[in-house]
């Protein structure tokens, strides 16, 4: 049996589903850990006394499984698993392989006598007749690539003794947190294996699943915004840049429709701009960021980390990984870098690498300063020595993910 790391933050959110007829459905971008997830959900059962004939696993992106692509090849095989009358725990693996899967899954469940797992790697597996028929009856569980504390613990787990950790967050930025990467020490093999994923993603998660009728245009945008993100988006300004320095004239409602297809395969995350007075959210003006900082210092050849965006995006990843919801916030002329809901609370945050400079200071204080709430208000940067001023919390950004913190 292969030995998995256990990611015990995603195995607390799915453990209280284990034996419920909810369909437990875990999406993320491919190759972020959801197989590995899934084992380490089997494992766990075993241990608790579960016989592995009651233990049904697909993985139909492996060889003996990537021929089923109907519903009736999929009950087929399940069925030829099926012994016995006993209660089974099913796990169907890149379940989005299947035409028209939902049907069968629909069909398990409501046999009453399966506890179903299903993974996918695109967003479209939730906006299909599966979620329309089963409102109430899934839970989803989003499966993000290995945030900085997960990358330390998972190196440990290999064997490694870490001793910087300041060089460990700096090869943690350049070479992203995809599982794989940590098994190769070279930089030019994990860029390889970084650049060959992002190919895959594109042809089995996005040109393989929906129509792009100008394949060469698509790729130019999906590489502008890769090696752009984090900036505010202006669907016109980013149609004039590619026309400007690629010769490739598109329509901004074609560049809008890009911009989804990438979302949906999960390469890209969308922040949405948020108004402090109206308390509104804002349509336009939203920061896309990415999946994982590996896809762009794969494919980009300029090797200088600009923190600021890289930071904001390993905050917002880790937020989004942690339930909360995250904007970017307007206040008047004013811009926060991002506003934050959870619960019913709100929180306010400042990211930038250093505020060590009195003018980086005053620009940063300032834009928290002008919010006259009393909810919390964060500065993060990377500095070792931390400031107080009005109330507003400075952490360093590393020390926090690392420390598995919450707001």
């Not at 190759?31 to 592995?52: A, I, N, Q």
């Not at 021929?67 to 209660?87: F, H, M, V, W």
């Not at 969308?270 to 900082?293: I, M, P, Q, T, V």
Request: include cysteine.
């Amino acid at each position: 049996m292969k030995k998995v790391f256990k990611r015990e933050y995603y195995l607390q959110k799915i453990r209280p589903f284990y034996h419920s007829d909810l369909i437990k459905v875990i999406t993320g971008i491919r190759r972020c850990g959801k197989s590995c997830l899934m084992l380490s959900v089997m494992d766990e059962l075993r241990s608790s006394g579960v016989p592995d004939k009651d233990i049904l696993y697909f993985n139909l992106d492996k060889r003996g499984y990537k021929s089923i692509r109907t519903p009736e090849q999929l009950e087929a095989a399940i069925e030829e698993k099926n012994a016995g009358g006993d209660y089974k725990y099913l796990f169907i693996d890149e379940i989005q392989n299947v035409r028209n899967f939902e049907e069968i899954v629909n069909a398990y469940r409501e046999e009453g006598n399966f506890s179903i797992f299903i993974t996918g790697s695109n967003s479209y597996l939730l906006s299909g007749e599966l979620m329309t028929k089963l409102t109430g009856r899934y839970v989803e569980i989003p499966v993000f690539t290995l945030n900085f504390q997960e990358y330390l613990a998972m190196r440990r787990w290999r064997g490694e003794t870490l001793i910087d950790v300041n060089a460990a967050f700096n090869r943690y930025i350049r070479n992203g947190g995809f599982p794989q990467t940590l098994e190769f020490t070279d930089d030019e093999a994990i860029s390889t294996y970084l650049s060959n994923l992002q190919e895959q993603i594109l042809v089995k998660d996005v040109k393989g699943r929906r129509r792009i009728g100008n394949k060469l245009a698509f790729d130019r945008v999906k590489t502008y915004v890769i090696n752009n993100f984090g900036g505010t988006t202006n669907l016109k300004n980013i149609a004039d840049d590619l026309r400007r320095h690629y010769q490739t004239n598109i329509k901004t409602e074609t560049l809008k429709h890009y911009l989804e297809i990438l979302e949906k395969a999960n390469i890209l995350y969308r922040c949405n701009r948020f108004d402090l007075k109206s308390r509104r959210s804002l349509g336009g003006g939203e920061k896309y960021y990415l999946a994982d900082l590996g896809l762009y210092f794969a494919t980009n050849t300029d090797a200088r980390i600009n923190y600021g965006p890289v930071l904001e995006n390993m905050l917002y990843t880790y937020l989004l990984s942690h339930n909360y919801k995250v904007s970017v916030g307007k206040i008047g002329k004013l811009e926060c870098d991002f506003i934050i809901a959870k619960d019913g609370n709100y929180y306010y945050a400042q990211v930038a690498m250093t505020v060590a400079a009195p003018e980086t200071e005053e620009r940063e204080y300032r834009v928290l300063e002008a919010i006259r709430d009393n909810y919390p208000k964060y500065l993060f940067t990377l500095d070792a020595l931390l400031l107080r001023r009005n109330g507003i919390k400075h952490l360093n950004l590393r020390d926090f993910i690392a420390d598995g913190m919450n707001l």
